[in-house]
């Protein structure tokens, strides 16, 4: 059986370990791929999508991080045919003043999260990626 992957890229490393632990509290079944930026991230989801043995079904990406920010790197999941089916779901702490950034996501299929980020939400936003 393979092993479902969630990468979670987010340079705010508290961000980042709060959305690791709950993924890993809520989801036990799953991996967790952590990255602190955008090449970081892309270099994962390469890795992930060559290896026979794992699936990756969800990336949670922040907007602002150095190297390709989320914007552009959910840009770069939906261009490739290996992985333009997983979901993505977008956290910012500027997704609450911006209704072009908001539409931006919503047109890659991105659900966004303002931060800081509440547990129940992503949790079920996960929770619908997994079943």
């Given at each position: 059986m393979k092993t479902k992957k969630i990468l979670v890229a987010d340079d705010d490393l508290e961000c980042l370990r709060m959305i690791e632990e709950l993924i890993n509290d809520n989801f036990p079944e799953t991996e967790v791929l952590r990255a602190v930026n955008g090449n970081e991230a892309r270099d994962k989801l390469m890795e992930c999508s060559n290896e026979g043995e794992s699936i990756l079904v969800a990336a949670v990406l922040d907007y602002v991080m150095p190297g390709l920010n989320g914007l552009e790197l959910a840009a770069f999941i939906r261009s490739r045919k290996e992985t333009e089916n997983i979901s993505i779901i977008m956290v910012s702490g500027f997704i609450k003043h911006s209704a072009l950034l908001r539409g931006k996501?919503?047109?890659?299929?991105?659900?966004?999260?303002?931060?800081?980020?509440?547990?129940?939400?992503?949790?079920?936003?996960?929770?619908?990626?997994?079943q």
């Open positions: 996501f919503e047109g890659l299929g991105c659900p966004c999260l303002g931060k800081p980020i509440m547990p129940e939400e992503i949790c079920g936003l996960l929770a619908t990626v997994l």
